[in-house]
């Protein structure tokens, strides 16, 4: 810690500080990086291949366009053209290097030098591009930036370094100086324009180019440190009519879930004379509290830097394209707006009676930063106070100051167990930290808020006591509204990080809610705008179409249908319908309980539908255990029967498709490359290794341990119960040999119809493979993993490309398209009558 002193003369105002008042606070360090300069100078590469994309598809439109503006700037009066010619010549360059100069005389030399070393790697790059690099390159770039004009250059380079030092120098606060550049730098461009110069994209990935090396250089090198130092904080408390006698820099404020940081001064005040106004009065206790004991400090002040506005900022654009609006808050504030909100917010909090650290004053430090001085109560973060302190007392007093938020249409958005304090003085439950807070929030909002201050409670104290102190506070009634948003992706970044240790929490506070309320609806509510899986099931989709649909564009599909051999279709779908008893005798032979054979035929054609919507391994276990429960299973388990029957099938597959890897490699007919017996050992060899290596990482170990116990604690013993039973494991068994069989069929019987003939060995590995990729992809029903397994399997094994992907289209019209319409109405069915 250094100690520094206001004694610094005149200082400008903010800059200073009252003399002899001492400030202990870390150094400042000279240079900073900021996370907005280099996010900016993502976006600005991301736009300039954007340009070069755009205009090398539509070079057409492009060179229309330039066209027209030379037509339209041929017309113009030839003396306003030559003067703004002569005025850019002189001012793109003059209007900068004055600014250069005012930021000199006020010694901000190492800002300029910044500046101007952007402005010389924006020239080095665009020399570099415009003689070097495009000349040498395959008429690509020139051509899509030029549209033909030889004489023309792809980047401006009178102007690029110009726009380099602008972005690098700043000029924020300062408008007429932005106006008086910018202008300049687009009569230049005009100029461009006018003379064939530049073309319209050209300008346009000039001025993306200059801002990316602006920002870059400044990501780079860092920026002089804008941040006011405590001299200046106590300086401006000093205009506030606050008596600082001494600070200490408490440190910053950590940006959890992404919120914005803010650095922390610990200030002792003066006392005052009795005859002086100048201490603040302070405001009455409430409900009883005791007059606060003066503490080491008597203001906590909160200072707001313009720089760290942006700290978390992925992380909450993220937030907000995935969440619904009043799931979330805004992505980005200035930092005025952020000032202003905070205050708004502890005036409301203070007002609506709920304990909260009072707030003094607020102020502009300079033109970088503003702070909030609040009235500093002594105490410690819930999270710190030891859990036998945490009482049904303490968690009453907290459900009651939420109370008032609520009362209040106050939305705090961030309740964890470091915004409640609990004081020294009289054991209550303060308020703090309001910075991402709400006034006039909604429903929605509110609820949200519920959800994590239960959470946060819970992981304090457990659900048990949680919940029931909040019954008592809030009704019941309130709390059953809490229960549809107890999801992970509702709560703070911080909080689902602390379940990661009791993933069952959530659960755990809902069955304690459904206890005081039975009738309570569970169903969640949906927060996401789209799930990650979203991503790579469109991802995964479009890969397919680019691979499957030029294939089947090239198909004769009346060729097709008129040579196709119809009673093979007819095999092939009664194949597909048999698949659906197996899948049912599958089901029936893993539940000790009896099962009705036509509802569980049901709920497999019901789950032929649900596989448009989930991939193809989730849905169908998802119906399954929602029948089971239904059908009077009890949920443990109704999951540990529908994993029995998956863990028997993956087994089975594993078996079935090494004894047909050997059988087809020892097959003098069969190919040598779908699956010789050396590739399966050789496979098998090392997928072992991998699994070795990974087992000695604890973390993984970790995971397989924590898998194998849950499969051990549930389906295991389900199983036992299905061995005593020599009819109900046959059923199993039998039902899923039936079912590769029918599947196989079907594949076969697909082959056939359009002429082709493969050995039925290759036929089972090769259902067997793309049966298991369309498992693994995340894709609805394994869209595109199948298809294109099943093509490149077929083709390797001997078919020609045509036929392969003829009865790839059969075989998934067949087993997935065909059944969605039966498959909704037995869906419908089973919901009206309250099977699944």
Request: proline share 6%.
């Amino acid at each position: 810690m250094t100690r520094t002193s206001g004694e610094t003369g005149t200082a400008r105002p903010g800059q200073g500080a009252p003399p002899g008042v001492p400030v202990d606070e870390p150094p400042r360090p000279d240079r900073i990086r900021r996370s907005s300069d280099g996010i900016k100078f993502a976006v600005c590469c991301a736009l300039l291949a954007a340009v070069m994309l755009l205009v090398s598809i539509a070079q057409q439109t492009t060179h229309g366009l330039q066209t027209d503006i030379a037509e339209g700037t041929a017309h113009a009066p030839r003396l306003l053209l030559t003067l703004a010619t002569l005025a850019s010549s002189f001012g793109v360059l003059a209007v900068p290097v004055a600014f250069a100069v005012e930021r000199l005389f006020h010694k901000d030399g190492t800002r300029v030098a910044i500046a101007l070393l952007a402005a010389a790697i924006a020239f080095l790059v665009t020399i570099g591009l415009d003689d070097l690099v495009v000349p040498s390159a395959p008429g690509g770039v020139l051509d899509s930036l030029i549209w033909g004009g030889t004489s023309t250059a792809p980047v401006h380079t009178d102007i690029a370094p110009v726009i380099a030092f602008v972005t690098a120098v700043g000029m924020a606060g300062r408008a007429r100086w932005q106006a008086a550049t910018w202008t300049m730098i687009g009569l230049a461009a005009l100029t461009g324009l006018t003379a064939a110069y530049a073309s319209v994209a050209a300008l346009g990935a000039t001025y993306l180019l200059g801002r990316a090396i602006g920002y870059g250089t400044l990501y780079a090198v860092g920026t002089p440190n804008p941040r006011p130092s405590g001299a200046a904080v106590v300086a401006t408390l000093e205009r506030l009519g606050l008596r600082p006698v001494r600070a200490v820099h408490l440190g910053d404020a950590a940006a959890g879930g992404g919120a914005r940081e803010a650095r922390r001064y610990g200030v002792v005040l003066a006392p005052s004379p009795a005859c002086e106004d100048a201490e603040p009065a302070r405001r009455p206790a409430r409900d009883g509290e005791p007059e606060r004991a003066r503490g080491e400090w008597d203001l906590e002040v909160r200072v707001l830097d313009r720089d760290q506005q942006t700290a978390g900022l992925l992380y909450r654009i993220w937030r907000l394209l995935r969440l619904r609006g009043p799931a979330t808050g805004e992505a980005l504030r200035s930092l005025r707006r952020s000032l202003e909100q905070e205050s708004l917010m502890a005036y409301a909090v203070d007002a609506a009676g709920a304990r909260t650290p009072r707030l003094l004053g607020t102020a502009e430090v300079g033109t970088e930063a503003a702070l909030l001085a609040y009235e500093h109560v002594p105490g410690r973060r819930l999270g710190d106070v030891p859990a036998a302190e945490v009482t049904d007392d303490l968690l009453t007093d907290v459900w009651r100051q939420f109370r008032r938020l609520q009362a209040g249409r106050l939305a705090h958005r961030r309740l964890e167990d470091g915004v409640v304090v609990v004081g020294d003085g009289d054991g209550r439950a303060y308020v703090t930290d309001l910075r991402s807070g709400e006034t006039a929030a909604g429903d929605l909002a509110l609820r949200l808020d519920l959800a994590q201050l239960l959470t946060t409670l819970a992981l304090r104290a457990g659900p048990e006591r949680a919940v029931r102190t909040a019954a008592e506070v809030l009704g019941e009634e309130a709390l059953a509204a809490a229960v549809p948003l107890l999801q992970r992706v509702a709560l703070s970044r911080a909080t689902r990080a602390e379940l990661r240790h009791q993933k069952d929490l959530l659960t755990r506070i809902r069955e304690q809610i459904v206890r005081l309320k039975p009738e309570t609806e569970a169903a969640p509510v949906r927060l996401e705008r789209f799930r990650p899986r979203t991503i790579f099931s469109i991802v995964a989709l479009s890969v397919a179409a680019y691979i499957v649909i030029p294939q089947v564009a090239s198909l004769d599909i009346a060729h097709l249908v008129s040579t196709a051999t119809w009673w093979w279709v007819a095999v092939a779908l009664g194949a597909a319908a048999l698949t659906y008893l197996a899948a049912a005798f599958m089901l029936m032979g893993f539940v000790p309980e009896r099962l009705p054979l036509w509802r569980t035929f049901l709920a497999q054609v019901a789950a032929s539908f649900v596989k448009l919507v989930a991939p193809a391994a989730v849905g169908g276990v998802a119906i399954n255990t929602r029948y089971l429960q239904r059908s009077g299973v009890r949920p443990g388990p109704a999951v540990a029967s529908v994993g029995a029957s998956q863990l028997v099938g993956m087994a089975v597959h594993i078996l079935l498709l090494v004894l047909f890897g050997f059988l087809s490699g020892s097959s003098a007919n069969a190919t040598r490359d779908l699956a010789p017996s050396r590739t399966i050992v050789i496979a098998v060899l090392v997928l072992g290794l991998v699994a070795g290596i990974a087992l000695t990482i604890p973390k993984v170990r970790r995971i397989v341990t924590a898998r194998i116990g849950s499969l051990f604690s549930g389906v295991v013993p389900r199983l036992v119960d299905v061995l005593q039973s020599p009819r109900k494991l046959a059923t199993g068994l039998g039902g899923t040999l039936l079912l590769t069989l029918a599947f196989v069929v079907c594949l076969d019987a697909s082959i056939r119809a359009f002429g082709g003939s493969l050995p039925w060995t290759s036929v089972v590995v090769v259902y067997l493979t793309a049966n298991a990729l369309g498992n693994a992809a995340p894709t609805p029903g394994g869209l595109g993993a199948v298809e294109g397994a099943l093509t490149l399997a077929l083709t390797i094994s001997g078919l020609t490309a045509e036929t392969a992907t003829s009865a790839v289209l059969l075989y998934r019209l067949l087993t997935l398209w065909l059944p969605v319409l039966p498959g909704w109405a037995a869906f419908a069915y089973l919901q009206r009558k309250e099977a699944i």
